[in-house]
C-alpha cells in the first residue's frame, strides 16, 4: 500500500473516535501517530512488532467486503485519484500531519458533542490519502483548520472557565 497505508491506519481509528472516552485511550495515539510519521516524511508507517505481526484474518475481510461493497461502489464515483500533486510535495505531508495531531488532541479532549464531527474529519483525510484525491485533501484541510480554530478556542476558554471555577 505504501504511503496509502497511512489512510488504512486512520480508517482503523475511526470507529472507536465515535465513542466518547474511548476515542481518547484508541483513536488518538494512532491519529497522532500517523501525523508524526507524515511530518517526518515517512513513505509507510510504521508500527510496533506486536501490532504489525499480526494481521486481519481472511474470513473478517470477506465479511467486511460483504458488508460494506456496495458503499464502497458509491464511494468510489465520488473519491478518485485526482490532482495528486496536491498529495506529492512534501509540504502537504507536514501539513496532514500537523492537522491530524491537532485533530487528534482535540479528539482525546472531553468536548462534548464532537466526537462525531472529528470522526467525519478523520474519514476525510484517510479516504483522500487511500484514494490519492488531492481535492478530497483540499477540503480536509479547509475543514480540518476551521475545526482546529473553532475547537482549539473553545477548549481554551473552557479550560479558563473550568480553572476560575476550581479556583472558587
Not at 30 to 42: R, S, T
Not at 58 to 66: A, E, I, K, P, Y
Not at 121 to 142: I, K, P, Q
Amino acid at each position: 500500500l505504501g504511503r496509502r497505508a497511512f489512510g488504512v491506519l486512520l480508517l482503523l481509528a475511526i470507529p472507536a473516535s465515535f465513542i466518547p472516552g474511548v476515542a481518547g485511550i484508541i483513536s488518538t495515539p494512532i491519529v497522532i501517530l500517523v501525523g508524526v510519521q507524515l511530518i517526518a516524511g515517512m513513505r509507510r508507517p510504521w508500527l510496533p512488532r506486536f501490532l504489525a505481526s499480526r494481521g486481519p484474518h481472511r474470513s473478517v475481510l470477506v465479511r467486511f467486503n460483504h458488508w460494506f461493497s456496495s458503499w464502497l461502489a458509491r464511494l468510489e464515483k465520488l473519491v478518485r485519484p485526482r490532482l495528486a500533486w496536491v498529495l506529492d510535495h512534501r509540504i502537504a505531508s507536514v501539513v496532514s500531519g500537523l492537522m491530524l495531531i491537532l485533530l487528534g488532541l482535540l479528539l482525546g479532549l472531553p468536548i462534548p458533542l464532537t466526537n462525531g464531527l472529528f470522526g467525519g474529519l478523520l474519514l476525510l483525510f484517510a479516504l483522500a490519502l487511500l484514494e490519492r484525491d488531492g481535492a478530497l485533501m483540499l477540503v480536509a484541510w479547509a475543514a480540518g483548520a476551521a475545526s482546529i480554530a473553532v475547537f482549539g478556542v473553545l477548549s481554551g476558554n473552557l479550560a479558563l472557565m473550568a480553572a476560575r471555577w476550581i479556583d472558587l
